[in-house]
């Protein structure tokens, strides 16, 4: 019988950093859906607080939760656009996304 310790090794050498970068990949993704459902979350308090005329804590929320905030009206519907950078960290995948991947999330109010 043969030794395969060096077999097992080269095996080993191959597929574990395939392995890393996977994992890599699916913290990346994840971030990215976490910050997104975030965004979603905030767009609720951002619309009702549009609603209200209520600017100032607008502001304070898009400080302290680090977002931007925009919004455009034509006649009575005005649409409001949260948008996020969230950093990509896996090598690789950054250069396919970018260094940071920006998150958007809108919504359309109609106004009376």
Do not use: C
Not at 15 to 37: H, S
Not at 51 to 65: A, E, G, P, R, V
Not at 72 to 83: A, G, R, W, Y
Not at 90 to 110: A, D, Q
């Amino acid at each position: 019988m043969k030794n395969s310790r060096g077999q097992a090794l080269t095996e080993f050498i191959i597929v574990v950093p395939i392995l890393i970068f996977i994992i890599m990949a699916i913290i990346d993704f994840g971030n990215i859906t976490i910050k997104k459902m975030r965004l979603e979350n905030s767009l609720d308090t951002i619309v009702s607080l549009y609603q209200n005329q209520d600017f100032k804590t607008i502001h304070d929320l898009t400080i302290s939760d680090d977002f931007s905030f925009s919004y455009t009206k034509n006649q009575n519907i005005s649409t409001i656009v949260l948008t996020k950078n969230v950093k990509i960290f896996t090598p690789f995948l950054n250069l396919i996304f970018g260094e940071n991947y920006l998150v958007e999330t809108s919504r359309t109010v109609y106004e009376k």
